[in-house]
């Protein structure tokens, strides 16, 4: 059936898709390849997830260190 799915011989219903959503811990777009977030690391909207849901110091705490690295990856790249 995913295969089906898969090479458009089938439409996913609403009911599949939220059943797919829920076995794969996944968004909807996601699952249908469809929408900004279905191009990200499952690993990586996950770890997104999980900074949603800190108290709003903690965010901050963890933007400063991951802007940081961005900051340092970028001159990393300039330098080179």
């Known amino acids: 059936m995913i295969g ?3 090479h ?3 439409v996913l219903s609403i009911e599949v898709s939220l059943k797919m959503v829920k076995a794969f811990d996944a968004s909807v777009d996601y699952i249908i ?3 900004q977030l279905s ?3 499952k690993d990586v909207l996950k770890r997104i997830e999980y900074i949603e ?3 709003e110091e ?3 705490h963890f933007f400063y260190v991951i802007d940081n690295l961005i ?3 970028k001159l990393k790249s ?3």
């Open 4 to 6: 089906k799915y898969k």
């Open 39 to 41: 191009n990200y690391d």
């Open 33 to 35: 390849g469809e929408g």
């Open 8 to 10: 458009d011989d089938n």
């Open 53 to 55: 849901h800190l108290p």
């Open 71 to 73: 900051k340092a990856v």
């Open 58 to 60: 903690d965010k901050a």
């Open 78 to 80: 300039i330098a080179l």
